[in-house]
């Protein structure tokens, strides 16, 4: 089956630890994003790639960091300067970046910080 | 500049009548507008999407939604709900030259009674 996984379901961090949040699609997509929900709010971008070798900040990028070395996977790793990160997680990935672009959600991942 | 005001945080519904969750949208370019639904703790699933083609758009389950550019509407519609429906729905508008500018709302969530 075609599509979009993230690992861990949920995760636990103490303070001052950084986590990476995986994410790997083999819909064969070039764009990929990631998004940050929180309760009783959309979807806020935090970082997206059009294709490989390159990414640009989102709307919320500070305490966030990324890497796209691979077609499928793009890595989100929350470092403890994100001072809030307690939040739901997804990943997005679309066929190009174009505005007509329908984009496919993984599960996502609850990140808490304990 | 852009933006996407969904008008209703709740509905709340009775199963076998109709739907309509409101979303309004502004947009210096031709927009796309999308409709999502989430399940809880899961990710987002396409319902339907407009670009510039028919304006009354036809998704899954059974919901539609007609693109009015006059009243800068993108309502969603389903003649009859169905417990199944209950979830939270986001109302999506992309525009300009990328997915990266791509504004959620902030969500409505559907009740529906037994």
């Known amino acids: 089956d075609g599509g979009i996984t993230q690992s861990p379901k949920y995760l636990f961090r103490k303070e001052g630890q950084n986590v990476t949040l995986s994410c790997e699609q083999n819909?064969?997509?070039?764009?990929m994003y990631w998004y940050r929900q929180d309760p009783g709010q959309g979807l806020r971008l935090i970082y997206y790639s059009q294709i490989v070798n390159d990414f640009q900040k989102g709307d919320i990028a500070e305490g966030y960091s990324v890497s796209r070395e691979k077609k499928e996977s793009f890595p989100l790793t929350v470092t403890s300067a994100q001072k809030n990160p307690t939040a739901f997680y997804l990943c997005a990935s679309s066929i190009d970046s174009a505005r007509t672009d329908t984009q496919y959600f993984g599960p996502g991942t609850r990140l808490t910080v304990l | 500049a852009q933006s996407v005001t969904q008008l209703d945080s709740h509905v709340s519904v009775s199963e076998g009548t109709p739907v309509l969750l409101r979303c309004n949208y502004s947009?210096?370019?031709?927009?796309?507008l999308f409709w999502y639904v989430q399940h809880p703790n899961k990710g987002l699933q396409l319902l339907l999407k407009y670009t510039s083609a028919a304006t009354l758009v036809k998704g899954i389950n059974g919901f539609e939604a007609e693109f009015k550019k006059s009243e800068t509407s993108f309502h969603l519609t389903k003649p009859s709900a169905h417990m199944s429906d209950a979830a939270e729905y986001f109302c999506?508008?992309?525009?300009?030259?990328?997915?990266?500018?791509?504004?959620f709302g902030a969500g409505t969530r559907l009740f529906v009674k037994a």
């Open positions: 819909l064969n997509h070039d764009a």
């Open positions: 947009s210096s370019y031709s927009p796309s």
């Open positions: 999506v508008v992309t525009s300009g030259t990328g997915g990266f500018k791509t504004i």
